[in-house]
């Protein structure tokens, strides 16, 4: 019950706010059709898993061991990955509020404390290190963390999508489904790697951050 | 000073890496790393008597460097040295290590004769490790040519960086898909290419590592790199002042009919920035990121760059 609620897309973190560089795809023609559009999301998740994934499961290790430096460590080594003030803005203001939200939950484990770091400055506060800080704090696995994050990422593309394509909710939840089917090769793929092995590799994604962030016409958040 | 030794202890770092653990076999024709494999470049620039000049040099072939040269007419305070692999690419089992300081106040830029090809493999893997140190106020413009990975190509490189706020470096990377026009496009193993910045304190202010493995499908996805061939970054590390300037002068870019795509972006830790380009063919990258560089250096030195050699 618990992991369907911290991966209901209704959950208040402001995932609604951003399109995760979507809105420029489109706006170029990189994106066109629901083929293309799962391409993308595609490579959205892949990267995800390769970086935030990373970062989530030391954290959530480490929270585990009830290391908050860990934790920590975590949290700067993925903001130190992230080239876009958008992409930093998005990570860091979805795990402040998620961190706000799990505050007030009961059982909040590690929450509060890592929340203090994050008004004082001391941590970034990335939304992938305060998703395993949820799961690790109620002794949920680290793969439920994981794929849950992973399901995030394509949900809050798709809810723009949505709002921005010619694309309806049958299209959208096929496509879903599919995406999901590679969750699980992605977790086996990142549990293994260190936190130096974080890595990525999307070119395109890249210029159509920085394109988003000086695009004059906006739907969503930079 | 960097002796041969740890230079050397440098290069086995990456290969540990688990992208290249299926290739630690041996080339048949001479083992990884033997002598005449492990290339090693030391280059010390140093202002003295109000001039800019190369006062270390050490070379261990296949690299080579000669003499800085001040070739550069808007420039003409620049030394230039350009790294010359006489092995004519990178061939399996070569381990390579470059090393370069730039004192307080220098100025220095560093280029590469040709395109760096990385060239095809059956057995082991290839391998760069690249340290750049840069003093207070010192400018460097490190600026490789464009490297084209060969079929089966492995190549795995570390861009290990430090230097102060007051410091400035542009540092160029682009790879082309493979040898496009021999209908070979990303037919290599891996590409793996980490670069770490530091201040001289050891704060680590960015780091990234771009992996790129096309047997398992993601590069011809849409937002990796389908319907482009060539991807660049320009890596400009200065103080803020000067990086929001830069900001100002250089707009993103997507020209759908041309195939060429460019953005800037804000590093963490107020690093400096990050400009990345795609394009179906190098001389497109090549020309936006001349036009990048082009501002950084008015920015940051208050000189233009010359007209590009015709031969370039």
Known sequence: MRVLQFGDSTLPVGAFAFSNALESALQTGIVHDVTTLEGFVLAATRQAASLDGVALLHAHRAACEGSLEGVLLADHALLSRRVGEEQRLMTTRMGKKLAELGAKLPDAGMVPTWLDEIRQGRTPGCYAIAHALMFADRRLPEEDAFTVHQYGVASMMLGAALRMMKIDHYDTQQLLYRVNGTANDAYQHSRQLSLDEMSGFAPVFDVLVAHHVGAHVRMFMN | MMRDAELLAQLGELGGLPELAGYQDHPAQMPAGAPGKVGLLRLGFELRNDRSILADLYRKTPLLVQQAL???????????????????????????????????????????????????????????????????????????????????????????????????????????????????????????????????????????KLLAEPAGGSLALPGVMAGFDVFGNLLILTSPSIAERICARVSPRFDRAEGVASGLSRLPGEAGLMFRVVGQESHQVRERIRECWQVVREEATGHTLPAEFRWR
């Not at chain 2, 004192?103 to 280029?111: F, L, S």
């Not at chain 2, 490297?147 to 790879?175: D, F, G, K, N, Q």
Request: with cysteine; aromatic share 8%; glycine share 8%.
């Open chain 2, 70 to 208: 001040y070739w550069d007419e808007a420039m003409p305070q620049l030394p230039i040295c350009m790294v010359t692999s006489i092995g004519g690419g990178i061939l399996q089992g070569d381990r390579l290590g470059i090393y370069v300081t730039v004192g307080a106040g220098a100025c220095a830029h560093v280029t590469t004769q040709g395109a760096n090809r990385v060239h095809a493999m059956d057995a082991n893997y290839a391998s760069q490790v690249q340290t750049l140190v840069l003093d207070e106020d010192a400018y460097l413009e490190y600026m490789p040519e464009v490297t084209i990975p060969y079929r089966h190509a492995r190549y795995a490189s570390l861009t290990r960086i430090v230097l102060p706020a007051s410091a400035t470096l542009v540092c160029s990377e682009s790879v082309m898909s493979g040898r496009k026009h021999h209908a070979e496009r990303f037919a290599y193993d891996v590409l793996s290419l980490r670069t770490e910045v530091r201040r001289p304190d050891g704060t680590l202010l960015f780091t990234e």
